[in-house]
Structure formats: structure tokens, C-alpha cells
């Protein structure tokens, strides 16, 4: 695998989720207009929505580097090269994943997000463990669950914490 140190991934993160905010407030910040309602009753943008946004401006930022340019950042890709991926009996989806398709070989950072309504990422960190174990079928370098904070900065947290480099 490439040797891409964890900073660039960072780097890059935060040049997309800065533009995430300054171009797609809107996303983020919306706010049901019926506030009386129970929160179980609102409905507010799709994490999706955000997520996919978030994924074209990582993208453009991965094509314009070195390092990253043969990479490929997929959306809730559930394959592991031919076969689905599982956790127990269970499909795993990540919302976002920087890999080479068709190897296991290249499988560098699985990101999971979650809204500043939704912030529990319990089983978030649980599915990125699982896809970072060293040991297990996956061998993601890096793992990273995101919180879109309702404003800026985003809260996040690296998987594992003390590793530098891939």
C-alpha cells in the first residue's frame, strides 16, 4: 500500500468539511419549521444529503493529489471485493470509504458520519473497529467517525488514535 501518512488524510478532511460549511449551511443547519413538535417527529435533512455532498468536495481534493488520485471514494459501499461485507449476520454499509476497488490490499480509511440531531455514533465506532482490525477481513488503515456539529467545526475522531501513518 501507499505510504500516505494520516495527516494528509486530515488535511484533506478539513479543507472538504470547511467548504461543507461555508457552501451547504443550509444542509446542516435546517431546521424543522413545526419546532412544537417532539424531536421523534421532526424531520430534518437527510444525513445522506450531507454525506454526499461532503463526499464530491473530499473527491475533488483526493483527484488534485498525488498520493490519493488512483484512489476511489465510494458511498455506503457494502463489497468486499466480491463478497458483501458483514458484521455477524449483519450487511456492513459505511457511508464513506477511500480504497482501490477490486483489493482488499488498498482499503485505507472507512468514515462513518452522524448530524449534530442524530450525534449518537455508538454503533458507528463499532463498525469502524471491526473494519480496522488487523486481524479481521477488512484492514482499513484508518477509521473516522464525524459529528456535524450544527456549527462550525465538526467534532471527530480518528480510529485508531495513536497510529501516524500508513
Known amino acids: 500500500m501507499d505510504n500516505i501518512e494520516k495527516s494528509l488524510l486530515e488535511k484533506l478532511i478539513w479543507e472538504a468539511l470547511t467548504k461543507l460549511y461555508k457552501c451547504d449551511k443550509y444542509l446542516i ?14 424531520e430534518y435533512v437527510s444525513e445522506r444529503a450531507i454525506v454526499f455532498r461532503f463526499g464530491i468536495y473530499l473527491q475533488e481534493l483526493m483527484s488534485a493529489n498525488e498520493c490519493l488520485k488512483y484512489y476511489h471514494l465510494d458511498c455506503e459501499y457494502n463489497r468486499n471485493v466480491d463478497i458483501i461485507k458483514k458484521m455477524g449476520i449483519n450487511a456492513i454499509i459505511p457511508d464513506l470509504i477511500i480504497h482501490k476497488r477490486g483489493s482488499m490490499k488498498n482499503n485505507l480509511l472507512v468514515l462513518e458520519i452522524k448530524t449534530w440531531w442524530n450525534p449518537d455514533n455508538k454503533e458507528d465506532i463499532e463498525k469502524i473497529n471491526k473494519l480496522i482490525d488487523p486481524e479481521g477481513e477488512y484492514k482499513y488503515k484508518f477509521g473516522l467517525s464525524i459529528i456535524i456539529e450544527k456549527n462550525y467545526p465538526p467534532n471527530l475522531k480518528w480510529i485508531p488514535e495513536e497510529s501516524s501513518e500508513v
Not at 31 to 38: G, R, V
Open 29 to 42: 443547519r435546517h431546521e424543522p419549521i413545526l419546532k412544537y413538535l417532539p424531536d421523534e417527529l421532526k
